[in-house]
T-cell receptor, first 117, second 112 residues
Framework: GAGVSQSPSNKVTEKGKDVELRCDPISGHTALYWYRQSLGQGLEFLIYFQGNSAPDKSGLPSDRFSAERTGGSVSTLTIQRTQQEDSAVYLC???????????????FGQGTRLTVV | KNQVEQSPQSLIILEGKNCTLQCNYTVSPFSNLRWYKQDTGRGPVSLTIMTFSENTKSNGRYTATLDADTKQSSLHITASQLSDSASYICVVGNQAGTALIFGKGTTLSVSS
């Protein structure tokens, strides 16, 4: 697609349920990032993929959070047994590495607004 | 640990005034630095990118500076407009090209 696509755009779920958030990066972009943004807060790094591997998972807040990427394209962020503090906007971004120079223009999706009730 | 620190966390200014946002980083070896603007409810959009050899880059009323020796960058906004109200995020890429490190952003509010 022309841009980074995230789905769903909004998700309301009951506490304790599992949710899956999807990110379709720009075609050909090798790097993919997941962030979350709580109300009034800055971006909080969750996980980074280069291809299908995740060299940096340091931001995942607990073992209830996991993410995978298949075929070097689509990524899914899964939150198990959701808690109210998981409520936030989850943003996905992708970027293209060109040769030895990292193009840091990360293109962002519109995000998934997750509300845990 | 590679970090990007931004200040102030938030800022309120009157329409027409100038302001400067700061970004300090410890990412090494450094590749490049980009400033993003994030309007409320939307994803961040790139404003400008700078490599270690560039000191200043302008984009309309936005001027970014970079001092690679002190590892500091600033974003100066002149003649602010109401539409400048947003979060401004500093992002640094490492030379290995393995990661982007995002600052937490500065929230700017321009009032009339």
């Amino acid at each position: 697609g022309a841009g980074v696509s995230q789905s769903p755009s909004n998700k309301v779920t009951e506490k304790g349920k599992d949710v899956e958030l999807r990110c379709d990066p720009i075609s050909g972009h090798t790097a993919l990032y997941w962030y979350r943004q709580s109300l009034g807060q800055g971006l909080e790094f969750l996980i980074y993929f280069q291809g299908n591997s995740a060299p940096d998972k340091s931001g995942l807040p607990s073992d209830r959070f996991s993410a995978e990427r298949t075929g070097g394209s689509v990524s899914t962020l899964t939150i198990q047994r959701t808690q109210q503090e998981d409520s936030a906007v989850y943003l996905c971004a992708s970027s293209h590495r060109t040769g030895d120079f990292m193009n840091t223009e990360a293109f962002f999706g519109q995000g998934t607004r997750l509300t845990v009730v | 640990k590679n970090q990007v620190e931004q200040s102030p966390q938030s800022l309120i200014i009157l329409e027409g005034k100038n302001c400067t946002l700061q970004c300090n980083y410890t990412v090494s070896p450094f590749s490049n630095l980009r400033w993003y603007k994030q309007d409320t409810g939307r994803g961040p959009v790139s404003l400008t990118i700078m490599t270690f050899s560039e000191n200043t880059k302008s984009n309309g009323r936005y001027t970014a500076t970079l001092d690679a020796d002190t590892k500091q960058s600033s974003l100066h906004i002149t003649a602010s407009q109401l539409s400048d109200s947003a979060s401004y995020i500093c992002v640094v890429g490492n030379q290995a090209g393995t990661a982007l490190i995002f600052g937490k952003g500065t929230t700017l509010s321009v009032s009339s």
